[in-house]
């Protein structure tokens, strides 16, 4: 393709993999230009001093308000919500519309809901934290307690283990990107270091699990091995600068990073220090993983290594032929993410995509890298690599490693067909 070549600064897109996969480092400033016709834009003519004035410029906008909100020109940015449980009153999941965002954090009114008996309405002043157990002294906080006390602000990804199940299913849904993988966000969270306030009540000798409760009617209840609460579990109390939502807990929950979200109990108001788990209804009949054998695993803490492409995606069409940004996020309960490779042949060939910021442990990390898509049909990948060299494994790895009803912790790699129409549809490849 002659416009591929860059005539006016020397460079030329250099192709990295089949099917239209583009060099990342065009990215980084080297030159798109010379794509030419492959991006669509206006060129003005060379006396353009004749601009428009809009009717916006000519007089004065609206004035500042309390609490801001999207511009009424934004489409509909919304969570993606099933329908309200008629047997399990407030049981339920809100999804987050993955394919809408850029970059890596969500916005608070758009983190996915994952509830079993609906969001408590909890009056701060009301609510308190006790820790008891196998400690020295019991301790009874209040929420304002718990303000005085020294913070820690970390971005971290927290995603259900039953993300991605819909991809176990025999037959590949035509769904979006939300509707499959949207019980995944990230976000900035702040709170006080569980260690600080363990340390307070003093660890008895023997102790090795410390078990959590919500005050949500469902009494949610989980069991983490002491090692880990001790390691980086803190109690988060805002959620990107505002205090957490009720969806997401308020007026506290327990955030441990890089596990199932399941393990971060909202409404957080005990904790109990043991010697074992404490065989909750959700580490036992639920959250459990059964495996090709007949037997379960019990506890599956940390998220595998995974990665969505969630641009272009599922439902989703391309309107013209040329450059494109393939662009999606990846993440792994083990540590940072290191890699992102792209294919646009189903597999077959693989390029580095570009990761956006220095790869953070337990964060999303957005990836990006130029294609052109040339009319043909593709089938797009992502397959991520994490610091602890753990390699996103294909879907068909995924399900030999579990009984077929499982659907817990899926991370397979997700294909998405891009047909000669531009139609873009979940497949298995
Ligand atoms: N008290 C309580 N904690 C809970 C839950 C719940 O229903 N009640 N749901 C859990 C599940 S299954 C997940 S995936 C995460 C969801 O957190 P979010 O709603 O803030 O996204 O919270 C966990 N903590
Ligand atoms: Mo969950």
């Not at 489409?75 to 999941?93: E, I, K, M, T």
């Not at 990230?186 to 660890?203: F, K, M, Q, R």
């Not at 953070?360 to 690599?385: C, H, K, N």
């Not at 790895?397 to 912790?409: E, F, G, P, S």
Request: aromatic share 8%; net charge neutral; hydrophobic share 35%.
């Amino acid at each position: 393709m002659s416009e591929i070549n860059n005539q006016n600064n020397k460079e030329s897109l250099e192709r990295v993999a089949a099917n239209g996969l583009i060099n990342r480092r065009h990215l980084l400033g080297l030159g798109l230009a010379g794509a030419g016709g492959l991006i669509s834009h206006s060129v003005l003519a060379a006396d353009s001093s004749r601009v428009e004035i809009p009717a916006w410029s000519k007089m004065p906008g609206r004035d500042p308000s309390g609490y801001g909100s999207p511009s009424s020109f934004v489409g509909s940015y919304q969570r993606l919500a099933g329908a309200p449980n008629a047997v399990l009153p407030g049981s339920g999941v809100s999804r987050t519309p993955l394919h809408l965002l850029q970059g890596n954090i969500t916005p608070n009114s758009l983190h996915f809901e994952r509830h079993h008996s609906g969001i408590p309405a909890i009056d701060p002043a009301q609510h308190r934290l006790v820790i008891h157990g196998m400690v020295r002294q019991p301790l009874e906080f209040s929420y304002e307690d718990l303000l005085a006390y020294p913070m820690q602000s970390r971005i971290y990804f927290l995603e259900c283990s039953g993300n991605s199940g819909a991809n176990t299913s025999a037959t590949a849904g035509d769904s979006s990107a939300a509707a499959i993988h949207g019980l995944l966000s990230c976000s900035e969270w702040t709170g006080v270091s569980l260690a600080t306030l363990l340390d307070e009540a003093g660890i008895a000798e023997g102790a090795t699990w410390v078990t959590s409760t919500g005050a949500d009617g469902a009494s949610m209840g989980r069991s983490i091995p002491l090692n880990k609460a001790l390691r980086d579990v803190f109690i988060a109390l805002y959620q990107n600068g505002e205090p957490i939502r009720p969806e997401q807990g308020y007026p506290m929950r327990l955030f441990v990073p890089g596990w199932e979200g399941n393990v971060s109990v909202k409404w957080l108001t005990q904790i109990k220090l043991a010697d074992s788990p404490a065989n909750f209804r959700d580490e036992t009949s639920k959250y459990t993983d059964l495996l090709p054998d007949g037997k379960a695993l019990q506890f599956t803490f940390p998220m595998g290594v995974k990665s969505l492409i969630t641009s272009p995606s599922g439902q989703m069409s391309l309107r013209r032929q040329g450059l494109h940004e393939v662009s999606g996020v990846a993440w792994s309960g083990s540590g940072a993410i290191s890699r992102v490779e792209v294919s646009a042949d189903g597999g077959r060939s693989w390029a580095d995509a570009h990761l956006d910021g220095t790869g953070q442990d337990l964060a999303l990390t957005r990836f990006r890298i130029p294609w052109i898509w040339e009319g043909g049909p593709a089938v797009l990948q992502s397959r991520a690599t994490d610091s602890a060299g753990q390699v996103q494994p294909t879907r068909a790895m995924v399900l030999a490693n579990y009984d077929a009803t499982n659907r817990y912790h899926f991370n397979g790699i997700q294909s998405w067909s891009v047909s000669a129409q531009g139609e873009v549809k979940n497949v298995y490849a």
